[in-house]
Each structure stands twice: as structure tokens, then as C-alpha cells.
């Protein structure tokens, strides 16, 4: 049985975390203010095929035009199962070409049967060829009465703008870790599944990149794997996943300066059967998470701990994971390296101590590369040697657009090789 699938929402009140589009698209249903285009954008396992299934029901539920389908008639038990004359799914991956859309807009001109409205929702359709959109961009231009298209895509950057203006368009948010677990816990309650604790849920959310969708298909694995209850270690075993907790642990053995807690942590991790590729996935994800923490657009885990970071280890912490992971994938024993760089990690203290880690990042010109190679150069006589960078080497004045600068300096590492 695919959950997934099955608790996908049968009403616009069940949807998590996307109120905007939810309220917005309802008003249009209530009101028969009804767009000939619409645009779902986001990541996946959002809800984007789910929205615009559950607008598609609202446009043809047998109740009428309604901000609350049935879910019960026919139109709606169809859509459900994308199996409606009048609502079709296409998937842009694998029909881009302009013979589809020509195919399609001779389609769209044909009334409704069952309906009272066409609907053509259009997956990934950033997917199109160029001649596709254009043949496409005919139809909106004078949209057929009674036809609406819904475009979902991971990708809007890559759909024409002139299409783009054309419709109205929502940015489904990306689903916090917490929306997740009440989620799966909803789900793990109506199908009686037994988990140890929340941490479960919340291991499970971590190891989700894709969304909720995955999140379920997860929750459904560990509980096929577990046979039982569902504990904290079998979804370990199974997603090879380290909890968060022990990056927490890291992080503060490195605030800390506790080297030698630094590596014994280390040492645990690989005693308990994880590879260091594993750690490496989970390295980065709670990287991702105290960065968004630090800059304050997410309440998580890492919330507190962010505080005692300052924006140049931040910054640092990038440049080490991105070492950690080059020497994996080159080096036949990697995990001294390992040790290392997250030892570097917490020799860093200021700004100032940073400086030739920076700068030897940044580029050749910088004194801490010179005739190709790299040396190590002491803060001072980085101060004295680029006086015309203010940010550097003076310690009031730390660059104002933090993000903009790592990024600027981040951009040329892969090429240089460390001093190290
Ligand atoms: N916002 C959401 N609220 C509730 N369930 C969701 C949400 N987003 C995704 N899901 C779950 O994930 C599954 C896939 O969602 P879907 O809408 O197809 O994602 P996508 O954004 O990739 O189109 C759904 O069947 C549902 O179980
Ligand atoms: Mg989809
Ligand atoms: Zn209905």
C-alpha cells in the first residue's frame, strides 16, 4: 500500500503548511473568479499535484463549483485517481515537444464532458522545448473559455517569463522538519503503527530530502523493516542516517575546543557502523540547519547553538565540510583527514585567526597564494599586504553582506589546493 498516496489530502484543510495558496485558490472558488492559468512552484513532495488536483475537484465536484469538493462523487473519485476525461495530467519530462502542445491545444478547444471545466495540469513543465512554450503561449494569450492550465515545476527559473506572466502564480513553501513529524504522526496513528518515540518521526523527517512524500514512503519502509515497533535504531540501519544530535555534540566539542572530544566523537560514530560517507550526508544537512538558524529564517535544533558562532566560522564551516567531502571521494583513507579538518574547525576563533584561511580560499592574487602555491601567512602581514580590502584585518568592520561575500569567496576553492 502506498501511503503516500493514500493520505494525500482530500480537502483544502488537510494540506500542511501552504495557507496562502489554500486561502487564495478557495476565494477563487467561492467567488468564480476563476484565472485561465495557474503556476505551483516549489521542491518536491509539497503538494504542488495535490493543490492543483483538489482545485480541479473544486472546479468540477457534481456539487458545483465549490471551495469544499465532495471527494466523494464521481468527477471528484476520478481526478483523485487522475482518471478524468476533462482533467489531464501531463507530465513535461516526457511530452515537451510542440507536437504534444499542438496536440494538446486542439484538445482544449473541445467543451467538457463530464465537467464544467478543462483543466490541464502540466508537471515539470519547465521541461518544454522552447517552440513548445512558444506554441503553448498561443493558447494563453487567448485562453479557450472553460480550460484552465496548472503548471507545477521544481524549476520556475527555467519557464519562460513571458509564460510566467501570464499566470498566477503560488511559491509553495518547503515543509519544515516539524510539519513532517505531525505528519507522520497523524499518518502512524490512523494506520496503527508503533513507533518508540517522536525522535523516530524526527529521524525520519531528517533523512527525507524530498519532501513529505518521501518522509511517508520512509515512515512505510521502517515499519515493513521493523516489523513491530518502529525504533530509533532500525531506522538508523535503514537510512544509514545519523541522528542530528550528534552533529550537535560536535559542534559544541568545537565551540568548546575540545579536540580530543572532537575525535573521540568521531571515533564513536565510525564504531557504530556508519560510514563516513554517512556522516559526510549528515554533516551537510546539519550544516544547512545551523546556517539557517543562524540567520534566523528557521526555529530548529540549532537554534541556541547558532549563537555562539560567529559569521566567519559560519563561513569556515562551509569550506571544511566542502574539504571533508573532496578528500572522501579522493583519498583511500580519508578519516584522519576527517579528524583535521574539523580540528581546523575549532582552532578558529576571530576573525582575525581566519584571515589566511579566507584569503587562501579566496584567490592568487591573495598574499596566501603565491607563485601558484600556498603558503601560510600570519594575520599581520595580511593587514599590512591588503590594505585596500576593508573588511580585512580590521576587526570592527566585518563585511556588511555576509552571504554575498562567502559566496564570493567560496567560488574559486575547488581549484586551489590547500596549504594543509
Ligand atoms: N502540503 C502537504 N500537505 C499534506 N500532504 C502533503 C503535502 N505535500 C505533500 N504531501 C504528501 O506527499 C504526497 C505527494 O505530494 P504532491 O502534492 O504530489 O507533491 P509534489 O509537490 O511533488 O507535486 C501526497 O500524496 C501527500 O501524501
Ligand atoms: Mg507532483
Ligand atoms: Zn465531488
Not at 540501519?237 to 575525535?263: A, C, H, M, R
Not at 540549532?302 to 571544511?320: C, D, G, K, P
Request: net charge neutral; charged share 30%.
Amino acid at each position: 500500500m502506498n501511503l503516500a498516496v493514500k493520505y494525500r489530502p482530500k480537502t483544502f484543510s488537510d494540506v500542511v503548511n501552504q495557507k496562502h495558496a489554500v486561502i487564495t485558490l478557495q476565494n477563487a472558488l467561492k467567488t468564480m473568479n476563476i484565472g485561465s492559468a495557474y503556476m505551483f512552484t516549489g521542491p518536491r513532495g509539497i503538494g504542488k499535484t495535490t493543490l492543483a488536483r483538489l482545485f480541479a475537484k473544486g472546479l468540477n465536484c457534481e456539487k458545483g463549483v465549490t471551495a469544499d469538493p465532495c471527494g466523494k462523487c464521481e468527477n471528484c473519485l476520478e481526478i483523485e485517481e487522475s482518471r478524468n476525461v476533462d482533467v489531464l495530467e501531463i507530465d513535461g519530462a516526457s511530452n515537451r515537444g510542440i507536437d504534444q502542445i499542438r496536440e494538446l491545444r486542439e484538445n482544449v478547444r473541445f467543451t467538457p464532458l463530464k465537467g464544467r471545466y478543462k483543466v490541464i495540469i502540466i508537471d515539470e513543465v519547465h521541461m518544454l522545448t522552447q517552440e513548445a512554450f512558444n506554441a503553448l503561449l498561443k493558447t494563453l494569450e487567448e485562453p479557450p473559455k472553460n480550460v484552465v492550465f496548472i503548471f507545477a515545476t521544481t524549476e520556475p527559473n527555467r519557464v519562460p517569463d513571458t509564460v510566467k506572466s501570464r499566470t498566477l502564480r503560488f511559491d509553495l513553501r518547503p515543509l519544515e522538519k516539524q510539519h513532517i513529524v505531525e505528519r507522520l504522526k497523524k499518518v502512524a496513528t490512523l494506520e496503527s503503527m508503533d513507533f518508540e518515540s517522536d525522535k523516530v518521526l524526527e529521524l525520519i523527517a531528517e533523512a527525507s530530502t524530498g519532501g513529505l512524500r518521501d518522509a511517508i514512503s520512509l515512515l512505510e519502509q521502517a515499519y515493513i523493516y521493523s516489523q513491530g515497533v518502529i525504533t530509533l535504531e532500525k531506522v538508523k540501519e535503514l537510512t544509514g542516517i545519523l541522528p542530528q544530535e550528534i552533529y550537535l555534540e560536535i559542534f559544541n566539542s568545537i565551540l568548546d575546543k575540545n579536540s580530543k572530544g572532537t575525535v573521540e566523537i568521531i571515533e564513536r560514530v565510525v564504531a557504530q557502523g556508519y560510514s563516513l560517507e554517512d556522516f559526510q550526508k549528515g554533516f551537510v544537512r546539519a550544516a544547512e540547519a545551523l546556517l539557517k538558524a543562524f540567520y534566523g529564517l528557521e526555529k530548529n535544533e540549532f537554534t541556541i547553538l547558532a549563537s555562539r558562532f560567529n559569521e566567519f566560522q559560519i563561513l569556515f564551516l562551509l569550506r571544511v565540510l566542502k574539504d571533508i567531502e573532496l578528500d572522501l571521494r579522493s583519498l583511500s583513507n580519508p578519516k584522519i583527514f576527517v579528524d583535521f579538518h574539523l580540528l581546523r574547525l575549532s582552532k578558529i576563533e576571530s576573525e582575525l585567526e581566519l584571515l589566511p584561511e579566507v584569503n587562501f580560499i579566496n584567490s592568487s592574487s591573495s598574499p596566501a597564494i603565491k607563485n601558484g602555491t600556498a603558503v601560510r601567512t600570519t594575520p599581520e602581514s595580511l593587514i599590512s599586504e591588503t590594505p585596500s580590502e576593508p573588511s580585512m584585518g580590521n576587526k570592527e568592520a566585518p563585511p556588511k553582506d555576509i552571504i554575498a561575500y562567502a559566496k564570493e569567496k567560496l567560488k574559486l576553492k575547488e581549484v586551489k589546493n590547500g596549504p594543509y
